[in-house]
């Protein structure tokens, strides 16, 4: 193998480094075996060079760039299948490849399959019954079909029961008949919708014996197996260009009165009969449950696409020198500025506490999907507000810091060869899809002020929520972790006592109840973020601290500085809430900053290290800024290069335009 040169600054922070960051690699990954496992896989997906871009994918068309996605995506997916381990459960399987990025080293923009596995497949598994999920799952799961999830509308994406397109039974046929009866009723967005998918899982407002039953998910076909021809009566098309997710043939579609056979409806919930008679499940809500799979896997993904972007800014900043600190010395890396250590170690402690988190949810998930499935429903709505209240939270750090992560490389993190505004493009927009966050914040508030009745009654409490019934006064700060922890659990009691007393009192002078709602929805939603914060602290913690204890002190060490770094940036962001609900004094505070600003210089010479323990590799990262070399400049030269206008001295629109124009004759 070629010798690397690694760039003098990198190679020196490198050195500096406190602790072994193969040992951090393994413990992300959750042992040695699985980090050999993931990097065997990347090595197989790598070496397949069909699946790397020849001209980079900015420099293609619209229409190009979708026609080399679909090209990887299925070469990509042969060679995933060919490293599939049989013996895996589909939970474990969905846990060890957590820490798997190796999708971005194939798509900058994502995968137009990505629907199929994320939501068309999870569909029918959870919403088939035995008979559908043993006819259906085999074709989606060897490809024979490609599907979607289809359930938003031009009209409508929140407000599920405002949905207009309508599966009405019509027991003659023993069919049921589909129809978008308006514009507003196409369905607006689903990924690989136009031009990919076949099949898809559309979500529609059952209508049997002229009563309206609901959303219930029907298996639709909807182009032709061999031409690939819409189906008649369907109406499909791409949505156009969007500020990311380029690749990922987001689609609509209308019905028009288009017939599908009776057992096409997914019926492991819900069933219509032959003669038209609806059997309601036991809960209507398990309907949305692969929305609720999917915030849950959301998480994992923010983290991932957070380390990404930190592990860019920090090599960037280590090799970046700008501007002087003393006027005698040279100029130093940017890193050495404490400023850039403020943007970018939080991005890092994040990227932490949401992986760590997104296991901690995902095994929750599992649990709670296994008592489901033997009929027990009692914990479904603390999963439901879970998976939102984490959705939300993960998505929006995860913006915010990606977003930092690219200002923190000045100009050169505006440049697509940075990879950060695509990873950007990505981040965003899980703010909306999957549900709105301030919708899904509306949720948690309307589980917590449920659980504040339950409390006020003297009922036990769901165990995220078990802390809301502690009314013991924080008698003094305590500025541990701990004790941060727990000021946070005051601030969300707090702000959800002074929400709940908001909202009676609106009713009290005599607005209705959803009036009420509505004009104390900025508080409430502010108790349901607060709530966020503080099982986020808590659960990173706790899991740190259990899965750390048999790590070598110096990464335990680095891995505890995290966690407090974590805890104390989010007290000094939430200064105004911890002074009204917590004992916190001005000189706590000023305590509070100068340990956060040792905290900086603690971590400042195991930040490189810290990044390299992500183990991203050069391919996944795709950016100039970020390799493992830190060949800064001569990379952003390299990738200059390769704009198709240098390809000539001189761009043919100078005699066309520019040179009559100038001489004054155009
Ligand atoms: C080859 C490629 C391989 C891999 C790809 C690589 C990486 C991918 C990895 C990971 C995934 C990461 C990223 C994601 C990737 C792709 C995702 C892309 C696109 C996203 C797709 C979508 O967006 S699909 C559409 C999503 N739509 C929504 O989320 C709609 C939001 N709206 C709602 O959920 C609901 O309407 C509502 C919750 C806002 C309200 O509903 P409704 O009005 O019907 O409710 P009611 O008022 O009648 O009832 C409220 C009561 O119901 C309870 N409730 C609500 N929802 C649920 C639920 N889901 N579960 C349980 N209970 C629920 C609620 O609590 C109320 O209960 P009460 O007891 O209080 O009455
Ligand atoms: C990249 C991307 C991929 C997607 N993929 C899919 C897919 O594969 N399949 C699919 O079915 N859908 C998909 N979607 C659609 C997505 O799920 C919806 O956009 C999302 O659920 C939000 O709905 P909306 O766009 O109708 O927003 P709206 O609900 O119209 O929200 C607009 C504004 O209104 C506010 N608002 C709405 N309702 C309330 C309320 N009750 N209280 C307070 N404020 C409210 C929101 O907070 C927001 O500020 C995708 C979206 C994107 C961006």
């Known amino acids: 193998m070629a010798k690397i040169t690694v760039n003098k600054d990198l190679a020196s922070?490198?050195?500096?480094?406190?602790?072994?960051?193969?040992?951090?690699?393994?413990?992300?990954?959750?042992g040695r075996e699985n980090t050999a496992r993931r990097r065997r896989m990347e090595d197989k997906?790598?070496?397949?060079?069909?699946?790397?871009?020849?001209?980079?994918?900015?420099?293609?068309?619209?229409?190009?760039?979708?026609?080399?996605?679909?090209?990887?995506?299925?070469?990509?997916?042969?060679?995933?299948?060919?490293?599939?381990?049989?013996?895996?459960?589909?939970h474990e399987r969905i846990r060890n490849s957590y820490r798997s990025t190796i999708t971005s080293a194939i798509f900058k923009d994502n995968s137009p399959l990505t629907l199929h596995i994320v939501m068309f497949i999870p569909a029918i598994i959870?919403?088939?019954?035995?008979?559908?999920?043993?006819?259906?799952?085999?074709?989606?799961?060897?490809?024979?079909?490609i599907g979607t999830y289809a359930q938003t509308e031009l009209g409508h994406g929140t407000f599920l029961r405002g949905l207009e397109t309508t599966a009405t039974y019509d027991p003659a046929t023993e069919e049921f008949v589909l129809h978008s009866p308006t514009l507003t009723a196409y369905k607006w967005w689903p990924g690989?919708?136009?031009?990919?998918?076949?099949?898809?899982?559309?979500?529609?407002?059952?209508?049997?014996?002229?009563?309206?039953?609901?959303?219930q998910p029907f298996i639709v076909q909807i182009r032709d197996e061999e031409t690939h021809m819409p189906l008649p009566g369907i109406?499909?098309?791409?949505?156009?260009?969007?500020?990311?997710?380029?690749?990922?043939?987001?689609?609509?579609?209308?019905?028009?009165?288009?017939?599908?056979?009776?057992?096409?409806?997914?019926?492991?919930?819900?069933?219509?009969?032959?003669?038209?008679?609806?059997?309601?499940?036991?809960?209507?809500?398990?309907?949305?449950?692969?929305?609720?799979?999917?915030?849950?896997?959301?998480?994992n993904n923010m983290a991932n696409l957070l380390a990404k972007a930190v592990t860019i800014a920090i090599r960037y900043s280590a090799v970046r020198r700008q501007s002087k600190l003393k006027p005698e010395d040279p100029e130093p890396q940017i890193l050495d500025y404490v400023t850039q250590q403020h943007k970018l170690f939080i991005g890092i402690a994040t990227s932490h506490a949401y992986s760590r988190t997104a296991l901690w949810l995902w095994d929750h998930y599992a649990k709670v999907t296994s008592e489901l499935n033997a009929g027990k429903l009692d914990n479904l709505p603390e999963l439901h507000s879970l998976a939102c209240c984490l959705k939300v939270l993960s998505s929006v750090d995860a913006a915010v810091f990606v977003e930092r992560s690219r200002l923190a490389c000045g100009g050169h993190g505006y440049m697509l060869s940075s990879n950060l505004p695509q990873t950007y493009g990505l981040v965003t927009p899980a703010s909306t899809f999957e549900g709105e966050n301030t919708v899904l914040l509306l949720q948690v508030a309307r589980s917590l002020v449920k659980a504040w009745q339950q409390m006020l009654n003297g009922r036990q409490l769901a165990p995220s929520m078990a802390y809301l019934a502690d009314q013991k006064q924080l008698d003094r700060w305590d500025g541990s972790v701990n004790g941060i922890i727990r000021a946070f659990q005051k601030v969300a009691r707090g702000k959800l006592a002074f929400s709940v007393a908001n909202f009676e009192k609106y009713q009290k002078m005599g607005l209705s109840r959803e009036d009420a709602w509505n004009k104390a929805s900025v508080q409430l939603t502010a108790a349901a973020e607060s709530h966020g914060r503080a099982i986020v602290v808590q659960v990173f913690k706790t899991e740190t601290d259990r899965i750390a204890s048999s790590l070598s002190p110096p990464l335990r060490k680095a891995l505890?500085?995290?966690?407090?770094?974590?805890?104390?940036?989010?007290?000094?962001?939430?200064?105004?809430?911890?002074?009204?609900?917590?004992?916190?004094?001005?000189?706590?505070?000023?305590?509070?900053?100068?340990?956060?600003?040792?905290?900086?210089?603690?971590?400042?010479p195991n930040a490189v290290g810290l990044v390299d323990g992500f183990d991203i590799r050069d391919e996944i990262l795709n950016s100039a800024l970020g390799a493992y070399d830190g060949r800064v400049y001569e990379r952003l030269m390299e990738e200059a290069l390769k704009s198709p206008l240098n390809a000539e001295p001189v761009n043919s629109s100078f005699h066309k335009y520019l040179k009559p124009f100038m001489q004054g004759k155009l």
């Open 235 to 299: 109406k499909l098309g791409e949505i156009g260009a969007k500020l990311g997710y380029n690749t990922v043939n987001n689609g609509f579609l209308g019905f028009d009165n288009h017939r599908i056979p009776r057992d096409r409806m997914l019926m492991r919930n819900a069933q219509v009969s032959k003669d038209g008679t609806f059997t309601a499940g036991a809960n209507s809500k398990l309907t949305y449950g692969t929305m609720v799979y999917v915030r849950v896997l959301i998480v």
């Open 13 to 30: 922070e490198r050195a500096k480094c406190e602790f072994n960051v193969e040992e951090l690699t393994n413990y992300l990954d959750g």
């Open 560 to 604: 505890d500085q995290l966690v407090e770094l974590f805890t104390l940036y989010w007290a000094l962001e939430r200064l105004g809430d911890l002074l009204l609900y917590s004992p916190l004094s001005e000189v706590d505070v000023r305590d509070m900053q100068a340990r956060y600003e040792e905290l900086l210089e603690k971590i400042r």
């Open 126 to 145: 959870g919403q088939g019954n035995d008979e559908q999920r043993e006819y259906w799952l085999k074709r989606a799961k060897n490809m024979e079909i």
């Open 192 to 215: 690989g919708l136009a031009h990919t998918a076949n099949y898809c899982v559309v979500m529609a407002i059952l209508y049997t014996k002229s009563k309206n039953c609901g959303i």
């Open 45 to 90: 997906v790598l070496s397949v060079k069909e699946l790397r871009d020849e001209i980079p994918e900015e420099y293609l068309s619209h229409k190009e760039k979708y026609e080399n996605a679909i090209r990887k995506a299925v070469l990509f997916y042969k060679v995933q299948k060919s490293l599939d381990d049989p013996n895996q459960s589909d």
